[in-house]
């Protein structure tokens, strides 16, 4: 990773069947993020975001293009290493929060050190400092049905950080949430960024998330519009 | 062992839907077991008891003896060969001569096989001591089936009639000194059993038999068939011998036949338990898309989330396995010791006893409890191999399979 470079795309393509014609969801979008950003993918519906942020997940792969993700390349990853680097270094945050229903909170934030093989004791330690930081250690033994909407999202972002991941992806995380519990979370994840420094990438449209970023990326129709660095707040 | 922490987990979330799959999948494994140890016990019973009254270690027949041929019977005797007649002098055999005949109970005809046997005999299990100890001319011993279909009882006098070797018709009056309790039929109905040198005697067939049982143990090894074969007895002079797997074989296909019935019975009992499990992994794989997204967007590979589905279907059958021990355990020891009484058994057609007691063997359980994980891991993996194809990010969104 060439000067802290963690995800960079050129030319991204990536185009869809939706019956018999073809949608572009993304058009040679040529972006580059370095470790510690908190940078935020804005716009429209059917702007591209989620598919951008889904090919850096490695969830997805590009039509043409290049998307190289903390020194991988995603378009020649094999499933196995795909699912490997996402089980290490990347986080994700969703906007329907996605916990595993029959885990408590406890086990859904453990979930990610079981796949790594992590021994109990290591896990009991990092699962309860994450749940510190989201401030829910005292829930850890709640089902998601038993949580609020905020709550849920905090053990969503728990469960993204506690494997310490070079990469955080949050797609729309603050879409269920109200504006009390947004502002919560989003500084729950500023903190962590300056903290850990993990790097956050959002795909977003809601004006509470735009004003925490530090860049701001515009999508429009597939393509970058506008790229900015700014002071979070700043609107 | 992530996969099947997993697994478990889930399964355990899932709560009732989890324990009502493995209860029906109980139901099956219990019924398949209780049906097969039913039927090995059948099978076993059978087996015993033909062995211990008839059989014993094999018998020696004359070459033109067919048992399921009466008229065979005029020219199925020869004088017994002095290699098995010393085996008959040393209690290692029996020799039995069968010639057909006739009893008159109450003035009524009734055909009869008469056999003559050594009262002193122990090979076989029939209690023929009772036609040594006793004064009368002719002791008679018959099977309380016989019995029955003559009405005769200990101490009547009955005419019984024969042809002897010159083919005249002879007849004389015997008295029943004992009715036998046996659950093998075929030593039973229709058969009149009485002293062998007597009826040698009587028939004109002195040192005659139609077959000779050998007694258990002889005949089965090496030794004792090399030392037959080196008198010349078997094959080629007049005898064949027949194992006991030869002797057996009828019984044997006799109880397969009623396997088959009863298969039929735990295959639709099977199939119904299967299909609830396939329902349940097609909704749980349907009703489940988002976790399969999120489990792969946490670092699971498509094959490991196959496996993780698979696995929590195929764990039912281990829960049913342990609920059914749990309803199911203590009746099978109970029914393994004490047996049970089946209405009509003895129209079964082969001996079963008074009770019948299923072999609930550890081999038994062992092959179902296999046999059904197996099946249910195949039912389960049927469903789960569509996550295959399921993008994770139409899981995600909620979409796809």
Redesign the interface.
Request: glycine fraction near 10%.
């Given at each position: 990773m060439e000067n802290g470079v963690v995800i960079s795309t050129d030319k991204l393509v990536r185009k869809f069947k939706v019956g018999r014609t073809e949608l572009v969801a993304l058009k040679e979008v040529s972006l580059e993020f370095r470790r510690g950003e908190f940078a935020g993918l804005v716009g429209p519906s059917g702007s591209g975001k989620t598919t951008l942020l889904?090919i850096i997940?490695t969830?997805?792969a590009p039509s043409s293009g290049t998307a190289v993700v903390l020194g991988e390349r995603v378009e020649s990853l094999s499933?196995?290493r795909a699912?490997?680097l996402?089980?290490?270094h990347i986080g994700?945050i969703?906007q329907?929060f996605?916990l595993?229903?029959?885990?408590t909170a406890y086990?859904n934030v453990e979930?990610?050190l079981?796949?790594?093989?992590m021994s109990q004791s290591e896990r009991r330690k990092k699962v309860t400092d994450a749940l510190e930081w989201v401030g829910l250690a005292d829930r850890a033994n709640s089902r998601p049905t038993q949580l609020s909407g905020g709550e849920s999202q905090r053990v969503a972002i728990a469960?993204a950080v506690v494997k310490r991941p070079e990469l955080v992806l949050a797609d729309e995380p603050t879409a269920n949430l109200d504006a009390e519990n947004s502002h919560k979370i989003l500084q729950t994840m500023v903190s962590l960024n300056h903290d850990l420094g993990t790097t956050f990438l959002f795909s977003t449209h809601d004006e509470k998330v735009i004003r925490y970023l530090r860049r701001k990326i515009s999508l429009i129709d597939g393509r970058v519009a506008n790229d900015e660095v700014r002071s979070p707040n700043s609107d | 062992m992530?996969i099947l922490?997993?697994a478990i987990?889930?399964l355990?979330?899932?709560g009732l839907r989890t324990w009502l799959n493995a209860i029906a999948l109980s139901f099956a494994f219990v019924a398949i077991i209780f049906g097969q140890g039913m039927l090995r016990g059948m099978n076993k019973q059978a087996e015993d008891a033909s062995t211990a009254f008839e059989y014993a270690g094999g018998q020696y027949w004359h070459e033109d003896y067919d048992p399921y041929d009466p008229l065979t019977l005029e020219n199925a005797h020869a004088p017994v060969p002095p290699v098995l007649e010393s085996l008959a002098a040393a209690g290692k055999a029996a020799p039995i001569l069968v010639i057909p005949g006739s009893i008159y109970p109450q003035g009524r005809l009734k055909p009869v096989l008469l056999k003559g046997i050594d009262p002193a005999q122990k090979v076989v299990a029939i209690p023929t001591a009772a036609l040594g100890d006793t004064t009368e001319d002719l002791p008679l011993l018959i099977g309380s089936r016989t019995a029955t279909a003559t009405g005769l009882a200990v101490g009547d006098q009955v005419t019984v009639q024969w042809r002897d070797a010159d083919g005249a018709f002879d007849a004389r009056d015997g008295r029943v000194v004992q009715i036998m309790e046996t659950s093998v039929g075929t030593v039973d109905i229709g058969q009149v059993w009485l002293p062998l040198a007597q009826l040698q005697e009587l028939a004109g067939m002195r040192g005659e038999a139609t077959l000779v049982t050998v007694a258990r143990g002889l005949g089965r090894t090496g030794h004792d068939r090399i030392v037959l074969n080196s008198d010349r007895v078997p094959n080629g002079a007049g005898w064949q011998f027949r194992d006991p797997e030869f002797l057996l074989s009828d019984l044997r296909q006799m109880v397969a036949s009623k396997t088959i019935g009863q298969s039929i019975m735990f295959v639709v009992l099977f199939l119904l338990a299967m299909l609830a499990i396939f329902d349940t992994q097609l909704l749980s794989v349907f009703r489940r898309r988002?976790?399969i997204?999120?489990l792969?967007?946490?670092?699971?590979?498509?094959?490991?989330v196959i496996v993780l589905f698979t696995l929590e279907g195929a764990l039912h059958s281990i829960f049913a396995a342990i609920l059914g021990t749990l309803y199911a355990g203590p009746l099978f020891i109970y029914l393994n010791r004490n047996g049970f009484t089946i209405p009509g058994m003895d129209s079964f057609g082969f001996a079963l006893g008074d009770r019948l007691y299923p072999a609930f063997t550890a081999g038994l359980i062992f092959g179902t409890t296999v046999l059904v994980f197996v099946v249910t891991a195949f039912v389960a993996w049927l469903p789960a191999r569509r996550i295959a194809k399921l993008?994770?990010?139409d899981a995600?969104a909620g979409r796809g399979t």
């Open positions: 889904n997940g969830l997805d499933p196995v699912a490997s996402r089980s290490r994700f969703f329907t996605n595993l229903p029959v885990y086990e979930f990610p079981l796949l790594l093989g469960r | 992530i922490r997993l987990r889930n355990r979330g899932a988002r976790e997204g999120m792969i967007a946490l670092g699971m590979t498509r094959a490991q993008k994770p990010t995600l």
